[in-house]
C-alpha cells in the first residue's frame, strides 16, 4: 500500500479523538495517525493508529512529515499547546503540506459572570492577591509554578495527575477528570471556602460547569486568554475538518 493516503492528526484533546473517529469511517483506505504528546501515563486512546512522544522540534515534524509521506495534518491539540501548534505551522511550510487547525470555541461571558482577563499564568498569579484569599486553580499540574510564591493565599488545586513542579505553600491537591457538573462545582467551591477561579480559556462543556458554579455564587474568575492561532486555515467543528481532510486526501 504505498501510495496510500497519509494523515497526521496532532492529539492530545477529546476533538482530536472524535476527528480520528470519524476520519476512520470516512477516509477507510487512508492511514490515519494520531500523535499524543505522551505527557499523561494512561491516556485515553484515539481510535486508529497512534504514535506518542515529540517529534524533536519543527525540523523534527518536518523530516516526520516527509518520511511518512503526510498528506494533510490537523493540529487538533489544546488551544494552550501553543509550541506544537507552532511548530506544526513552520514544519507543514517546509514540508509543503496542508495544514488545518481544528480548535474549539473559547468561552464567552454572560450576564451575572465577572472575569478578569490575563495573557498569561504569571500575570494571573501577579492579580491574584487582590482578587481573592482562597483559590480555586483548574489550569493543570503542568503550571503550578507561576503560583508557587504566593504564600499568602490558599488554593485548591485540581489536575488529572499529580503535579510534578513547585507547589504553592497552602495548597490542596484534588485529583479528577472532566467532565463536571455544576451542582457538584457549587458544592466544592462552597465546601473549601472558593473566593476566586483561575482557568484557562479552553471552551468546550467538559469543564464549563464551573463557571456556571461561579457565576451562581458570584465568584470572580480569571481568565488566561488564549495565544493566538498562526495556522492560516481553521475551523472550531469537527464535522468541518473531517470536510477538509476528504477535499485534501481525495
Ligand atoms: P506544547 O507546549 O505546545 O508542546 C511542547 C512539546 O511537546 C512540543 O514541542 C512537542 O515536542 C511535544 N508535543 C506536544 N503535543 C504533541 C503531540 N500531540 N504529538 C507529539 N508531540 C507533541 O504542548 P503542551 O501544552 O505541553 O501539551 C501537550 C499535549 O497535551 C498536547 O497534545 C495537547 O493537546 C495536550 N493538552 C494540553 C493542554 C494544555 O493546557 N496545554 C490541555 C489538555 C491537553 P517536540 O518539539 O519534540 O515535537
Redesign the pocket.
Known sequence: MADRRTVLI????AD?RALAARLADALPDARIVS?????TSNPVLPRGETR???????A??ATWLAAERVTAVVD???P??????A?AVTACGEADVPLLRLQRPGWTPEPGDDWRHVGSATAAAALLPEVGRRVFLT??R?ETEPYAHLDDLWFLLRSVEAPTGPVPRHCELLLARGPFDVADEIALMRRHEVDVIVT?D?GGTLTAAKLRAARALRIPVVMIDRPEVTADQQVAAVADAVEWTQRIVA
Not at 500523535?35 to 505527557?39: E, H, M, N, P, Y
Not at 506518542?52 to 519543527?58: H, L, S, V
Not at 494552550?80 to 501548534?85: D, G, L, M, T
Open positions: 496532532l492529539g492530545g484533546t482530536a500523535s499524543l504528546a505522551g505527557r506518542i512522544g515529540g517529534f524533536g522540534g519543527a523534527g515534524l487538533a491539540t489544546h494552550f499547546a501553543a509550541r506544537i501548534s511548530n489550569t493543570g503542568m484557562k479552553s
